[in-house]
């Protein structure tokens, strides 16, 4: 990782610039003073998502997820608890599949739920299945 990252802020969306080691101290958007690192996965939509993920220098793991869906629901409180751990690390987002059907066809999800890890903005892996916190860390290597 570089000396500095940019991180783009879950709440106004601006990209901001810092210093790598200041990601794990919890530190506040320059534009809105809101945190960056928020510990909960960040939900997107179709027109927020490629701003998102090509902007941030930080792993995004995308959960393509529906409201529906039992194993997606059982898998919610563990991909949170995976976002609390990895805070300023990595960003975990969220995507509903029947909200969003042009990024579920972008991304060719078959089935749910399934999540994809980008790294500046390029698919680098996927699993599809529900996973456990720790099946989630272990996954992303962390």
Known sequence: ?????????????????????????????????????TGKPIELDDARFAAFVERTDLPVVVDFWATWCGPCRMMAPQFEQAARELAGRVQFVKVDTDANPRLSQQYGIRSIPTIVLLHGGREVRRNSGAMSAAQIEAWLGQ
């Open 1 to 37: 990782m570089s000396e500095t990252l940019h991180a783009v802020c879950p709440h106004c969306g601006k990209t901001n610039r810092l210093p790598a080691a200041r990601a794990a101290q919890k530190p506040d958007c320059g534009a809105c003073d809101k945190p960056l690192f």
